[in-house]
């Protein structure tokens, strides 16, 4: 099992920047690429961006690329979220997961999800 815990959401208004943690506890840290994903109301899950077991690889969706950036700590068990010139269309609850394969962008392949934290960007 990997507990893991979401932490750093809050209001932002349109244009900030906000800092997202996953902290992981239970089983290697490091055997996990990591996902993270956003819900919006009325909407379906949908993959942001994903960081490889050792940091080294990281993919984006088209929505965010060049905006936010996920990096990981295997030495604190935490990944990363840092968001910049966030917009409205952001405002989500925002999930860590982890997967013991590789970064994909299918919520279904990842084994264990944090509870998540809402994001609020206002206009």
């Known amino acids: 099992q990997v507990q893991l815990v979401e932490s750093g959401g809050g209001l932002v208004q349109a244009g900030g920047s906000l800092t997202l943690s996953c902290a992981a506890s239970g089983r290697t840290f490091s055997n996990y690429a990591m996902g993270w994903f956003r819900q919006a109301p009325g909407k379906e899950r949908e993959f942001v961006g994903g960081?490889?077991?050792?940091?080294?690889?990281?993919y984006y969706a088209d929505s965010v690329k060049g905006r936010f950036t996920i990096s990981r700590d295997n030495a604190k068990n935490t990944v990363y979220l840092q968001m910049n010139s966030l917009r409205p269309e952001d405002t989500a609850v925002y999930y860590c997961?982890?997967?013991?394969?590789?970064?994909?962008?299918?919520?279904?392949?990842?084994?264990?999800w944090g509870q998540g934290t809402q994001v609020t960007v206002s206009s």
């Open positions: 960081v490889s077991r050792g940091g080294g690889s990281t």
């Open positions: 997961a982890a997967t013991r394969v590789v970064i994909t962008v299918y919520a279904d392949r990842y084994d264990y």
